[in-house]
């Protein structure tokens, strides 16, 4: 089903002329340019969309038929100059983040924290979303890379409609901004109901909380720490404009390790994480008639 759904979306994929090319592991590798389709549902919400994203095919003898996007937070410069609607409807935000409660238009999309030893954010966000990027070729996922460069013209909002149109599934990767290592989580959407009765969130929040559940459950199958229960609410532009499954990934923070051995670790629990949650989507349970469920 899933393969169907995706040759679908990919219909209607607006695809610059020509193909990059660019070596990979000794081989060519090759990316489609994928740029916002203002025909798209909620493209014209969007205010930064000059941008596109690369799409990546795994190698036809193992490739699996399911498109992963991979979402390195931030690197859009002027990106904190402008605003978007924080919800389709226009509706408030229930629960403040980067654009506290109550607003009805957020950052298009926010700078990021800076890591203790000075790093950007952003920088170990696309740092981290590279070498998940090979992993996930190698293990089959095609991978739709939002940015692959300090500086891509996509705010939160196009990032969301390129994934919902052309992705399975959208991991956005991002460091918190406190200061004491406190393990990894994913932020679920907020347990209110007019949070989770708004379109699109009403047909998709749990699929949200399946992702993200199934994420923490594979990095912990790699030994990387975990904050808490692995979850947080958070009432996000990605979450309440996505129409696949979504989620917000928090590795670390700024105190957090992120060489490349450490992302290495993480990046395996994602994949994990993927290899199970595309297995049981493709078994097509049964999903959970309440939150309670879960
Ligand atoms: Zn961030």
Redesign the pocket.
């Known amino acids: 089903m899933l393969l169907r759904k995706k040759l679908v979306r990919l219909s209607g994929v607006a695809v610059l002329a020509g193909l990059m090319i660019a070596a990979r592991a000794g081989a060519a590798e090759t990316a489609e340019q994928i740029v916002l389709d203002p025909a798209w549902e909620f493209a014209g919400y969007s205010v930064i969309n000059t941008g596109s994203a690369a799409l990546y095919h795994a190698p036809a003898e193992a490739a699996r038929g399911v498109t992963v996007c991979v979402n390195a937070?931030?690197g859009t410069a002027g990106g904190a100059a402008v605003y978007t609607l924080s919800h389709p409807d226009g509706s408030a935000k229930l629960v403040s983040g980067t654009t506290q409660a109550g607003a009805t238009q957020s950052i298009a999309i926010?700078a990021?924290?800076t890591l203790l030893d000075g790093t950007s954010?952003a920088a170990a966000?696309l740092s981290l979303a590279m070498l998940l990027k090979e992993k996930l070729l190698d293990n089959g996922y095609d991978v739709l890379m939002i940015r692959e460069t300090d500086d891509v013209q996509l705010d939160n909002i196009a990032r969301t409609v390129i994934a919902n149109n052309t992705a399975d599934c959208h991991i956005a990767l991002?460091?918190?901004s406190t200061q004491n290592n406190k393990g990894i989580f994913f932020l679920t959407p907020p347990n209110v109901d007019a949070y989770l009765n708004m379109y699109p969130v009403s047909l998709h929040w749990q699929e949200h909380t399946a992702l993200g559940r199934t994420l923490i459950s594979g990095l912990q199958s790699v030994g990387a720490g975990i904050y808490g229960n692995g979850e947080m609410e958070m009432d996000l532009t990605q979450t309440s404009y996505s129409t696949i499954p979504s989620i917000d990934l928090e590795v670390g923070d700024t105190a957090s390790d992120h060489s490349e051995y450490t992302q290495g670790i993480i990046a395996d629990g994602i994949v994990a994480g993927l290899n199970t949650f595309f297995s049981e989507s493709a078994a097509e349970p049964e999903k959970p008639g309440s939150r309670e469920n879960f």
Do not use: F, L
């Open positions: 937070g931030h926010s990021g924290t954010e966000n991002h460091y918190d």
